[in-house]
């Protein structure tokens, strides 16, 4: 496989499919990652931790609908040209 745009794109896709399954409570709290983990109190600096389950968050939410229209383009781009 030659390293392209495409694989590029395909790459970046993958790696927010990934980001975008990760269930909070049967996968990240067994490794302390769950839902209360990672809240500050008010007024306080937001930890790596408490920003990454944020971004975590956000992948989940806002790119629901987006990724599933974006892996349609890619199958239907694979389907037809290999």
């Not at 495409?6 to 490794?31: D, M, P, W």
């Not at 839902?35 to 956000?58: E, H, M, N």
Request: include cysteine.
């Amino acid at each position: 496989m030659a390293f392209t745009l495409y694989s590029l794109i395909q790459t970046a896709i993958l790696c927010t499919n990934a980001v975008a399954v990760l269930h909070e409570e049967r996968f990240l709290s067994k490794f302390g990652w769950g839902v209360d983990q990672g809240v500050g109190g008010f007024g306080d600096d937001p930890g790596v931790k408490a920003q990454i389950l944020t971004l975590i968050r956000s992948v989940r939410t806002v790119m629901r609908v987006p990724l599933i229209i974006v892996n349609t383009v890619c199958i239907v781009l694979l389907l037809l040209f290999g």
